[in-house]
């Protein structure tokens, strides 16, 4: 395992619906990452959080909010989402944000989410 | 604009032959290249990164080889066994404003008997 836990790992929700993601990461680590994989698509960075401050929003709709409470954990809150919303979402933790190889992402196993 | 692009998309190999998977980006100015290998229903995992000094680097049966000049890598994979199917990532950092991870769609791999 590599020290990022995501829960739950399955969801099925319907657009009405308002559910949360949570990961956990047991690294240490100060920078910690949403991500959107979609088939056949490259990964899709949606936010990043440097010791609980965003400092990262690639444009993602507001039906989608994150929250860091702390350094080792973080949320995605889901509401009203679309069908094309469907996707298997990861996150992933680091040491910091800066580019240097020291700064690899580890990520979760990932929640694949469907939205009927 | 920053691109990945990866080749094959998928590939299909008997166990124990050799394959080779290819990466080719646009990311400019290079900072560095991972390979990560993600299992099914797993999440990536970083088996390699190399930086603009060097040329090849290996872990186990996985070698990664990086050509800067004509922006172009490859993971060869040795020997392959069952667990290597997998997809195969190849994730491009940049320096400066091209400091962002730029991700390639993958090459899925699967290993038969």
């Known amino acids: 395992e590599t020290g990022v836990t995501q829960t739950p790992r399955h969801l099925v929700m319907g657009m009405t619906n308002k559910k949360s993601l949570k990961c956990e990461q047991h690294?240490?680590?100060?920078?910690m990452y949403w991500y959107k994989q979609s088939a056949k698509k490259p990964l899709e960075l949606m936010f990043v959080y440097s010791l609980e401050e965003r400092v990262e929003n690639n444009s993602v709709p507001s039906r989608f909010s994150p929250e860091c409470p702390n350094s080792s954990h973080l949320f995605l809150h889901l509401h009203t989402l679309q069908p094309e919303d469907s996707a298997l979402y990861l996150c992933?933790?680091?040491?910091?944000?800066?580019?240097?190889?020291?700064?690899?992402?580890?990520f979760g196993p990932g929640t694949r989410l469907t939205v009927l | 604009k920053n691109q990945v692009e990866q080749s094959p998309q998928s590939l299909i190999i008997l166990e124990g032959k050799n394959c080779t998977l290819q990466?080719?980006?646009?990311?400019?100015?290079?900072?560095?290249l991972r390979w990560y290998k993600q299992d099914t229903g797993r999440g990536p995992v970083s088996l390699t990164i190399m930086t603009f000094s060097e040329n090849t680097k290996s872990n186990g049966r996985y070698t990664a080889t990086l050509d800067a000049d004509t922006k172009q890598s490859s993971l060869h994979i040795t020997a392959s066994q069952l667990s290597d199917s997998a997809s195969y990532i190849c994730v491009v950092r940049g320096t400066g404003t091209a400091s962002k991870l730029t991700f390639g769609t993958g090459t899925r791999l699967q290993v038969t008997l």
């Open positions: 990466c080719n980006y646009t990311v400019s100015p290079f900072s560095n």
């Open positions: 690294l240490g680590h100060n920078a």
């Open positions: 992933a933790s680091s040491p910091g944000t800066s580019g240097g190889a020291e700064n690899e992402q580890f």
